[in-house]
């Protein structure tokens, strides 16, 4: 049954999207494109061609494109007389032809006058197919001249010709400078609703209502339409989009109304004109009625379809689909329909999107600086793609698990059963209150066999470590006093030179363990341990392959005030969440506190002394040996949560380095080129699990290259526009998808409430820098670039505070900044400078959540109360081995919980 619904929903789900496609290119049927329209705008630059550089087809070209639109058009327009232009009315006599010379006229005097030379040297030439004189295009509307000086070029021309001479503006300049009209025979009106965002099914009436009002403001003048057209790419500008479609919508539409009432029409324009993205934007390359290699856009007669190749790139989206669950459905027999149904979902819908992207880019004319921008893209969206379905594995495998397979349930056994543990505390300046305290709890362990070696490496001041020493004595000769049954020592060691921070002190000790032990224990300086935490999980050791018994860091100070609460409920997430589902996998990251090793698989290789986090490199090299591990989601210690968010992120920060180094040492490994134990399973969460921040080391990249971006657009506005909205999207939704899959597992998975929930994200969110800057440290160097300690020690805490995020700060006000600006443009009003702009707000959120964060942690008697209480840990959560694999026993919101633990703790 469960392998029929792994088959038979991804047949559902692509079906949709194959009909989701069908339903978005939906046919429509438009007026035929007539057999010979009036005219068409005349520019035959080529593919490699810019008039701006001088660059300019050959004469032949020239004549080739006349020659492509003989039999399809009455007139050509031309609108300069530079380069080969001069020549166009002599050949298009050759091909019956007409033209309409156009000079160009702007604020330059010297080239104005070489125009009008040129211009008279055309007219005398006495070519009977030149039908109209078009002295200038948009002067007026570019502010290059006013109305006096346009008019005095125009009544040059009209001394010396009888050809009809006129000038083109948009019909609102005609509107707007009446007295314009006192200088032409005719009146030549641009009808271009797309720069005015008109929709697409409102475009030609809202263009023939303008030529009404301007025939009706000159009833004397004849008014023909000088240039009427829609782009097949770029912008969407209000409700007015760029496309295929709708230019061959709105052309078809437009010029059989045309044709109909009698109008004189030149269609904007013949060829695509890639040259014209450096002076107009890439919008300018878009709008003819043949592509640049003369190849026809437009479908005459057909039905009009938004993408003509859809069911391709449908089929494409369908198979890449495919190919991703085939990896997500693998091992995924405890997985319930529901969390299939979900995974199919989210990967249809992505790679959908995928194909869509990359063919709404490449629709674009390639240059070399495209090329490689949209190579670095698809490097990228590879990297979203992986990104998207790990994220949606973990939210499925989550929330949608119908029984957990690598259940523990509780064992009581007999004292003659537990072997000696060695349980090893390594300490570096601690404050000797604080260990006492941690010694004191270890004490009242319920465990038969237990020595207790406490390892101060380095500590200088005698007056930290020798209160410890004292104590460890008070506290063997209390139980020796007491006549305690156990056997129970503590031993006390202070080390100075030692190498290898705490991974030294943990192989030190290791060496000074006694022979008879056979399980070590680790736990931080801070921890205060329960009871039955021995008891409980070294019985899991029975099983021979078990080498790591983890149970979760846990803090108790997290009701000290908002900013340990928000701290603790950031925690929480991971050990609620990751650690639960990679426990499934035997894949867990095995921590340096609360953690349980045997003892000969730790003595082979010892703790990894290179490296930052030696706890998760260690489990990590005993997966490769194949051993097992086990994570038993219940509170068995407390520690301490950092006082400031200046150490909250140096510990992160040391947590995503350490990762970062790891992975590199252990690539071949994981990678398969080097043969181990590792599971496919293993391998997928330990390059899966750690890419979210990797994600977070390349956003950091993104951020610089999309504040580059930002000031190209302020300072080039015509030559830089918005990145395609298509790729500008992708941030937002990644963005969004993370925050929502974050919000639902909080509240299913950690039984968080909601303010918990936005104040995990926020404590979240605000280590998104501190985890960019230690991934890319991580690649680079293999030593640890620790952050500078804070010089503003003695300063006010909210100075403090801006000093710990000012990274952060400067990062956030450059964002809105940039967001502003953009939003100055003259086109800010365009969909995508808004989109944008979004984007840049939306890049901001994590630099302006470090910063209230780190204010927070400024603020120490702000009440824990403004984020509330997180459910605990049950400290006992284990059933009866019967009902461990039956998670609907647990009588919660939450569908399975792992060790037949029944409560709040998945």
């Known amino acids: 049954m469960s392998r029929s619904i792994s088959i038979v929903i991804p047949i559902l789900i692509a079906a949709l999207t194959v009909g989701l496609w069908a339903l978005m290119n939906q046919p429509s049927a438009e007026p035929p494109w007539p057999t010979r329209i009036q005219g068409y705008s005349f520019s035959p630059m080529r593919a490699d061609d810019d008039p701006t550089k001088q660059i300019f087809p050959s004469i032949s070209q020239v004549d080739e494109d006349l020659a492509l639109l003989q039999g399809d058009t009455y007139a050509v327009r031309t609108y300069t007389l530079e380069g080969p232009m001069p020549e166009v009315p002599r050949l298009a006599e050759g091909h019956n032809l007409n033209v309409s010379v156009g000079a160009w006229i702007d604020g330059n005097k010297k080239t104005n006058e070489s125009q009008l030379k040129l211009l008279y040297k055309v007219l005398r030439q006495g070519h009977r197919n030149v039908v109209r004189v078009f002295v200038g295009n948009e002067v007026i509307l570019r502010r290059e001249l006013n109305v006096d000086q346009l008019g005095a070029y125009l009544d040059r021309i009209r001394r010396v010709t009888e050809t009809p001479v006129g000038t083109a503006e948009p019909w609102h300049i005609w509107l707007k400078y009446p007295e314009l009209a006192k200088h032409v025979d005719f009146i030549a009106v641009h009808l271009l609703p797309y720069w005015e965002g008109v929709p697409i099914d409102k475009a030609v009436d809202y263009s023939f209502d303008r030529l009404y009002e301007v025939q009706k403001a000159f009833p004397n003048k004849e008014v023909i339409i000088g240039e009427v057209g829609w782009p097949s790419n770029g912008r969407i500008n209000g409700g007015a989009e760029a496309s295929l479609a709708n230019e061959t919508r709105f052309l078809r539409r437009f010029l059989a109304r045309a044709e109909h009432e009698g109008y004189v029409y030149y269609v904007m324009e013949a060829f695509d004109q890639p040259w014209k993205a450096r002076v107009e934007g890439a919008i300018g390359s878009y709008w003819g009625v043949y592509d640049v290699n003369r190849n026809p856009k437009i479908t005459l007669t057909q039905p009009v379809v938004r993408i003509p190749n859809w069911k391709e790139l449908a089929a494409l989206s369908v198979g890449m689909a495919v190919l991703l669950l085939v990896l997500l459905y693998r091992d995924s027999s405890t997985m319930s329909s529901s969390g299939k149904g979900f995974l199919a979902l989210v990967t249809y819908a992505v790679s959908t999107a995928a194909v869509y992207v990359v063919y709404d880019y490449t629709r674009q004319y390639m240059t070399p600086l495209t090329t490689g921008v949209g190579i670095l893209l698809l490097i990228g969206g590879v990297g979203v793609l992986v990104l998207l379905s790990a994220e949606a594995h973990e939210w499925a495998e989550s929330l949608w698990l119908k029984r957990w397979r690598r259940a523990f349930p509780r064992r009581d056994v007999p004292d003659d059963w537990l072997p000696l543990v060695s349980l090893h505390v390594p300490a570096y300046n601690e404050p000797p209150d604080l260990l006492i305290e941690t010694l004191d709890a270890l004490a009242e362990l319920d465990y038969p066999r237990l020595e207790v070696l406490v390892v101060d490496n380095n500590t200088k001041d005698p007056a930290v470590w020798e209160p410890v020493r004292e104590?460890?004595?008070?506290?063997?000769?209390?139980?020796?006093?007491?006549?305690?049954?156990?056997?129970?020592?503590?031993?006390?060691?202070?080390?100075?030179?030692?190498?290898?921070?705490?991974?030294?002190?943990?192989?030190?000790?290791?060496?000074?363990?006694?022979?008879?032990?056979?399980?070590?224990?680790?736990?931080?300086?801070?921890?205060?341990?329960?009871?039955?935490?021995?008891?409980?999980?070294?019985?899991?050791?029975?099983?021979?392959?078990?080498?790591?018994?983890?149970?979760?860091?846990?803090?108790?100070?997290?009701?000290?005030?908002?900013?340990?609460?928000?701290?603790?409920?950031?925690?929480?997430?991971?050990?609620?969440?990751?650690?639960?589902?990679?426990?499934?996998?035997?894949?867990?990251?095995?921590?340096?506190?609360?953690?349980?090793?045997?003892?000969?698989?730790?003595?082979?290789?010892?703790?990894?002394?290179?490296?930052?986090?030696?706890?998760?490199?260690?489990?990590?090299?005993?997966?490769?040996?194949?051993?097992?591990?086990?994570?038993?989601?219940?509170?068995?210690?407390?520690?301490?949560?950092?006082?400031?968010?200046?150490?909250?992120?140096?510990?992160?920060?040391?947590?995503?380095?350490?990762?970062?180094?790891?992975?590199?040492?252990?690539?071949?490994?994981?990678?398969?080129?080097?043969?181990?134990?590792?599971?496919?399973?293993?391998?997928?969460?330990?390059?899966?699990?750690?890419?979210?921040?990797?994600?977070?080391?390349?956003?950091?990249?993104?951020?610089?290259?999309?504040?580059?971006?930002?000031?190209?657009?302020?300072?080039?506005?015509?030559?830089?526009?918005?990145?395609?909205?298509?790729?500008?999207?992708?941030?937002?939704?990644?963005?969004?998808?993370?925050?929502?899959?974050?919000?639902?597992?909080?509240?299913?998975?950690?039984?968080?409430?909601?303010?918990?929930?936005?104040?995990?994200?926020?404590?979240?969110?605000?280590?998104?820098?501190?985890?960019?800057?230690?991934?890319?440290?991580?690649?680079?160097?293999?030593?640890?670039?620790?952050?500078?300690?804070?010089?503003?020690?003695?300063?006010?805490?909210?100075?403090?505070?801006?000093?710990?995020?000012?990274?952060?700060?400067?990062?956030?006000i450059a964002f809105w900044l940039g967001a502003f600006a953009v939003m100055q443009r003259d086109d800010s009003g365009m969909l995508d400078v808004r989109v944008w702009a979004a984007v840049l707000l939306v890049q901001a959120v994590p630099y302006l959540a470090s910063l209230l964060v780190s204010l927070i942690s400024a603020k120490p008697k702000l009440p824990a109360s403004l984020v509330g209480p997180l459910a605990e840990m049950r400290d006992a959560p284990w059933e009866p081995a019967e009902d461990s694999d039956r998670p609907e026993a647990a009588g919660t919101r939450q569908e399975a919980v792992p060790a037949g633990s029944r409560g709040r703790d998945g």
């Not at 698989?601 to 990894?608: K, R, S």
């Not at 937002?732 to 509240?747: A, C, I, N, Q, T």
């Open 471 to 812: 104590h460890c004595e008070r506290l063997n000769q209390r139980l020796a006093a007491a006549g305690d049954k156990r056997q129970l020592t503590f031993r006390f060691f202070h080390v100075a030179p030692l190498a290898g921070f705490k991974a030294g002190a943990l192989n030190f000790a290791l060496r000074e363990t006694d022979p008879a032990a056979e399980i070590v224990a680790v736990i931080d300086a801070d921890y205060v341990v329960q009871p039955r935490w021995l008891r409980d999980l070294v019985p899991a050791f029975f099983d021979e392959e078990v080498a790591i018994v983890q149970a979760p860091q846990d803090y108790r100070d997290g009701d000290q005030n908002a900013f340990k609460a928000m701290c603790l409920a950031e925690y929480r997430g991971f050990f609620h969440i990751g650690m639960v589902t990679r426990n499934e996998r035997n894949a867990i990251i095995q921590h340096g506190t609360m953690t349980m090793i045997r003892r000969g698989p730790l003595e082979d290789g010892g703790w990894a002394e290179w490296c930052i986090t030696e706890d998760a490199e260690l489990g990590l090299r005993l997966f490769e040996r194949g051993y097992k591990a086990l994570y038993i989601p219940a509170t068995y210690g407390r520690g301490l949560i950092p006082d400031t968010f200046a150490d909250f992120k140096k510990q992160r920060y040391r947590w995503a380095y350490g990762a970062v180094r790891i992975l590199i040492a252990h690539r071949r490994e994981l990678l398969g080129l080097r043969r181990t134990a590792l599971t496919a399973g293993q391998r997928w969460h330990f390059l899966a699990g750690w890419l979210p921040w990797f994600a977070d080391g390349f956003n950091l990249l993104f951020n610089f290259a999309a504040l580059a971006w930002t000031v190209g657009m302020v300072l080039f506005p015509l030559q830089v526009t918005p990145p395609y909205m298509s790729i500008a999207l992708v941030p937002l939704v990644l963005f969004g998808f993370k925050m929502l899959k974050s919000f639902v597992l909080y509240r299913r998975r950690v039984d968080a409430t909601f303010r918990q929930s936005i104040a995990a994200g926020l404590a979240g969110l605000g280590l998104s820098h501190t985890i960019a800057r230690a991934t890319a440290a991580g690649l680079i160097s293999g030593k640890l670039a620790f952050f500078r300690t804070p010089k503003l020690a003695s300063a006010p805490a909210v100075i403090r505070a801006l000093a710990d995020a000012r990274e952060e700060l400067l990062l956030l």
